[in-house]
């Protein structure tokens, strides 16, 4: 059994002598080369990496260009274009820059379909590159229902140029090209000057009403109801104005139901040969109604030649 003495413990501890400092020293010089040697192989691999990555790029560019992007047989020559009556193919290429003999690659397709479809009358866009020479470009314009005027007077003139359509939804459109079916819908008067806004949907609740009112419209089978003009410039209640110069007022809400009625009163107009002048459906029973008077006969016109005669044979 060995028995650890003071002695032996501070042998123990006693520092290493100098010859395994100069070891120790020389095994860490000799990692630190090691290092160095990694670091500097890592550092050419990268390098030679790095340029053969840009010498097969350059390479690939140039065989590309040489290719695709420099070669004529790429050169547009067929641009087809269905525009739905949005603009015309002047108006097409002036907003997006394409031209005839551009290279179809050069081509920044993701760009041109972002510049249609910030136009307001532009539903959709659908763009194709057809081999090899070829672009086809399908516009798809939005179903305006109505104009919007600014104006709270119906008996204003009718002037497109200052006003603005509007779809289904609310969004407020001016177009490039007036439609001759454009002339056809009818106008909403009253509308707050401020809110009225080309390219954004209009949040009024007035209008929303009047779009309704136009959409069951539009639903009613066999409807004999046509509006020129409606007036929300009241609040609580739309006048309308029909093909037959008619006063029509409507409440906000059940359009169905006063649509039906109306219905109702135009064949009854119809079948009798009478001319409605003015109705208020916000009234449920007893709907007022006035109708246009029938004109009387006009007199006849006598000459001179016949009133002598009728003088003659009155005094015989």
């Not at 123990?12 to 500097?40: D, F, I, S, W």
């Not at 041109?112 to 763009?127: G, K, S, Y």
């Not at 600014?150 to 407020?172: I, K, N, Q, R």
């Not at 419209?217 to 066999?222: E, L, S, T």
Request: include cysteine; glycine fraction near 4%.
């Amino acid at each position: 059994m060995i028995k650890h003495t003071r002695a032996n413990t501070v042998e123990k501890r006693r520092p290493p002598c100098g010859r395994h400092l100069l070891n120790v020293k020389m095994r860490a010089v000799t990692a630190r080369r090691k290092r160095h040697r990694l670091l500097a192989k890592l550092s050419a691999f990268t390098l030679g990496v790095t340029l053969a990555c840009g010498f097969a790029w350059f390479g690939l560019a140039k065989a590309l260009d040489k290719l695709f992007f420099d070669n004529q047989a790429y050169n547009l020559s067929n641009l087809t274009l269905e525009l739905d009556g949005v603009m015309t193919p002047k108006d097409l290429l002036a907003e997006t820059g394409i031209h005839i003999g551009q290279n179809i690659f050069r081509i920044d397709l993701a760009e041109t379909d972002r510049r249609l479809r910030e136009l307001p009358m532009v539903a959709d866009v659908v763009i194709e590159r057809l081999m090899p020479d070829g672009i086809d470009i399908t516009l798809t314009a939005r179903d305006p229902v109505a104009w919007v005027s600014s104006s709270s007077d119906a008996s204003a003139p009718y002037t497109p140029t200052e006003m603005l359509l509007v779809d289904d939804s609310g969004f407020l459109m001016k177009p490039r090209l007036l439609q001759p079916e454009f002339h056809q819908l009818p106008i909403i008067y009253g509308v707050k000057v401020a809110e009225i806004k080309e390219g954004s949907i209009l949040h009024n609740d007035d209008l929303w009403q009047a779009l309704s009112l136009l959409r069951e419209a539009r639903n009613q089978a066999g409807s004999l109801l046509v509006i020129r003009s409606l007036n929300l410039a009241k609040g609580y209640c739309i006048d309308a104005l029909t093909d037959q110069q008619a006063c029509v007022k409507f409440a906000s809400g059940d359009f169905e139901t006063q649509l039906a009625k109306m219905q109702r009163l135009l064949q009854h107009c119809r079948d009798t040969g009478r001319e409605l002048e003015s109705v208020n459906l916000m009234v449920r029973k007893n709907t007022p109604v006035k109708f246009v008077m029938a004109s009387l006969p006009p007199p006849p016109v006598l000459n001179s030649k016949t009133s002598t005669q009728k003088s003659k044979s009155k005094k015989n």
